[in-house]
């Protein structure tokens, strides 16, 4: 079992930047993927970006490519998400999501935290 909690959301300028944490609970976070999605209202959760469980290979989505940054730091069983560069349509309910294998599919995940709000102003 793994239990998921979000921090690090909150309002920002479009260009500005925010860090999404995601720290875990359970002995076993290092040898999860983990993954960032967001929703936004009226629309389906999308993929943002994964990590494979030893931090050395990364995916994004593109709409998030070069702007965006995952890591995860397993001492710490806490999972990243920088984000540079915001703009408006990055505004989205960001949740961190743990499973065996990276996937850009929400079905790759086993466990969910409870998301944070991030609102990008124009």
């Known amino acids: 079992q793994v239990r998921l909690v979000e921090s690090g959301g909150g309002l920002v300028q479009a260009g500005g930047s925010l860090r999404l944490s995601c720290a875990a609970s359970g002995r076993t976070f290092s040898s999860y993927a983990m993954g960032w999605f967001r929703q936004a209202p009226g629309k389906e959760r999308e993929f943002v970006a994964a990590v494979h469980w030893s931090g050395g290979r990364t995916y994004y989505a593109d709409s998030v490519k070069g702007r965006f940054t995952i890591s995860r730091d397993n001492a710490k069983v806490t999972v990243y998400l920088q984000m540079n560069s915001l703009k408006p349509e990055d505004t989205a309910v960001y949740y961190c999501?743990?499973?065996?294998?990276?996937?850009?599919?929400?079905?790759?995940?086993?466990?969910w935290g409870q998301g944070t709000q991030v609102t990008v102003s124009s």
């Open positions: 999501a743990a499973g065996r294998l990276p996937g850009t599919s929400p079905n790759n995940y086993d466990y």
